[in-house]
């Protein structure tokens, strides 16, 4: 049993890494795979086993696939050059209020569609922004990354591990507002001034952008009316108590095949161009975490779990808020997140502590390139521009902004919990 165990961490271990590091340049999802194939093929998992928690992705990856489709079909009908415009205009030429403006933007947009679709859909739309502005685009795309973290606890659809984490014991969103609130606005606010500190040299500057109007044209249009549709439908089901994935997709399917058929194209570019790897990179996720919990050690922190608690709520509190989100940056946050989810469910833990875990499955991924899926979707999207941000340059901008954020919204948290 100890053998099986340590195989299965193992190769668990040796496939994050390789999602870290991307050695031969191979793709996130080719060690994610190769993990879970390994965990089957040495008999460690349950081939059934291995299918069913790949199954427990269904809601995502039909979120994913509505996202990717908005944003495709948003990309080739030219909404983000014209929404590119509009923000370099109201920029006045100034690269601060530029960047403010990006900041402003992504919070909205992270908060009401989700931090997944901050990476998916508004990545493009600020690289159109600094292409039209001519300035050095990185300053603006970090926001992109960092506040699709920070925000993502402002309202329980911000972030798809939202639900994962409280499962059945989700609570009411007045009730979750009045544990996350105060806590999100820190998390955001701190992560700005931070953000703005660090690249204060590349701010300094002027904004030189073509005054050249874009007109926005109907599909563009079209999909810029389905995207704050899809807002509205999301708002709708989670205050209903339903999945995401499912209406996400309906509304990126639909907005798709207007578009297309009003306008006589052909959908093979759309789907062409859409990143299916980060799919099976999910699936590839679920299934490693199934076979850590095969191993018994995720109910034995259960326990472990449950006896700090009782024993001492506050230390607890503050170790499982930090521990969650350093995790999170060793095995991505969505499997951080289910397992999260394996052991303060059992464990019946007190809505404080398991905010705390879901504040560091949230935040702390703001340390790493690999540390969310959400900055995992940045990263592919930057490939597609041809920008390439390294795991060394992130983590160095991520150990300014993330730890001061994390502890002050875990400060705030315990502020309003009773």
């Not at 089957?40 to 809601?59: C, E, H, T």
């Amino acid at each position: 049993m100890l053998g099986s165990a340590t195989a299965t961490w193992g190769i668990a271990g040796l496939a994050t890494l390789g999602v870290v590091a991307r050695p031969w340049n191979l793709p996130e999802y080719i060690w994610a795979v190769t993990g879970a194939v390994l965990l089957v093929a040495f008999g460690l998992l349950p081939w059934r086993d291995a299918a069913a928690a790949a199954g427990k992705g269904v809601d995502v990856y039909f979120f994913l696939i509505g996202m990717m489709l908005l944003a495709e079909v948003a990309r080739k009908e030219g909404l983000f050059d014209w929404l590119a415009v509009q923000a370099v205009r109201r920029s006045h030429h100034s690269a601060s209020r530029l960047f403010a403006i990006v900041y402003a933007v992504g919070t909205l947009v992270t908060i009401f569609l989700s931090n997944d679709a901050t990476a998916v859909v508004l990545t493009p739309a600020v690289y159109a922004a600094t292409r039209a502005a001519r300035v050095e685009p990185l300053p603006y795309l970090f926001v992109c990354a960092f506040i699709a973290n920070a925000a993502s606890f402002v309202l329980p659809i911000s972030n798809p591990a939202n639900l994962v984490v409280f499962g059945e014991r989700m609570p009411t969103l007045l009730e979750w507002l009045h544990y996350f609130a105060l806590p999100s606005v820190v998390a955001i606010v701190v992560t700005f001034a931070l953000l703005r500190f660090s690249q204060r040299n590349s701010l300094a500057g002027r904004v030189d952008s073509d005054e050249t109007p874009i007109a926005l044209t109907r599909g563009a249009g079209i999909v810029a009316g389905g995207i704050a549709a899809t807002a509205i439908v999301l708002l709708a089901a989670s205050a209903l108590g339903r999945d995401l994935g499912l209406p996400t997709f309906a509304c990126g399917a639909i907005v798709t095949a207007i578009v297309l058929l009003l306008g006589r194209k052909s959908p093979l570019p759309v789907l062409r161009d859409v990143s299916w790897s980060v799919l099976p990179l999910v699936a590839g996720l679920f299934i490693l975490v199934e076979g850590l919990n095969h191993t018994g050690v995720l109910p034995a922190l259960a326990d472990i779990l449950k006896q700090a608690a009782a024993t001492s709520p506050r230390a607890t509190f503050w170790d499982a808020g930090i521990i969650a989100a350093f995790g999170s940056n060793l095995v991505n946050n969505l499997p951080m997140g289910l397992i999260a989810a394996t052991t303060t469910q059992p464990a019946q833990a007190s809505h404080q502590i398991t905010g705390a875990i879901l504040i560091g499955v949230d935040l702390g991924p703001n340390l790493s390139v690999t540390g969310s899926l959400a900055t995992i979707l940045w990263l592919i999207a930057l490939r597609r521009e041809g920008e390439h941000v390294g795991a060394l340059r992130f983590l160095r901008l991520g150990i300014v902004v993330m730890p001061p954020a994390l502890l002050l919204a875990l400060l705030a948290l315990s502020l309003v919990s009773p």
